[in-house]
Nanobody
Framework: QVQLVESGGGLVLAGGSLRLSCAAS????????MGWFRQAPEKEREFVAA????????YYADSVKGRFTISRDNAKNAVYLQMNNLKPEDTAVYYC???????????????????WGQGTQVTVSS
């Protein structure tokens, strides 16, 4: 089992920044590829960003590319999502997810992830 706890959400004005953190516990963190997803009211959960086990490879949804940065610190068992130039359409509950990986891949499909956090609310006002 892997336990994931997100933090760092909140209310921010459009154009502002937030940094989300996801703390992991329970297994060897460096064995897991990580991802961030979000779900807005009455919408399906969507992919935001992914990072492989080592942190060398990252991938972003087109809607956040150039504004968001995913990173990880395996020594601290944590993954981060730096969000800059936030827009009202970024408003959602943000979830981190973990998938045990034997390769150096990242994953963009929610159903491939094994563990999920409880989510943290991000609200961007105009």
């Amino acid at each position: 089992q892997v336990q994931l706890v997100e933090s760092g959400g909140g209310l921010v004005l459009a154009g502002g920044s937030l940094r989300l953190s996801c703390a992991a516990s329970g297994r060897t963190f460096s064995n897991y590829a990580m991802g961030w997803f979000r779900q807005a009211p009455e919408k399906e959960r969507e992919f935001v960003a992914a990072i492989n086990r080592s942190g060398e490879l990252t991938y972003y949804a087109d809607s956040v590319k150039g504004r968001f940065t995913i990173s990880r610190d395996n020594a601290k068992n944590a993954v981060y999502l730096q969000m800059n130039n936030l827009k009202p359409e970024d408003t959602a509950v943000y979830y981190c997810a973990a998938r045990r990986s034997a390769t150096g891949s990242y994953y963009t499909t929610a159903s491939l992830y094994d563990y999920w956090g409880q989510g943290t609310q991000v609200t961007v006002s105009s």
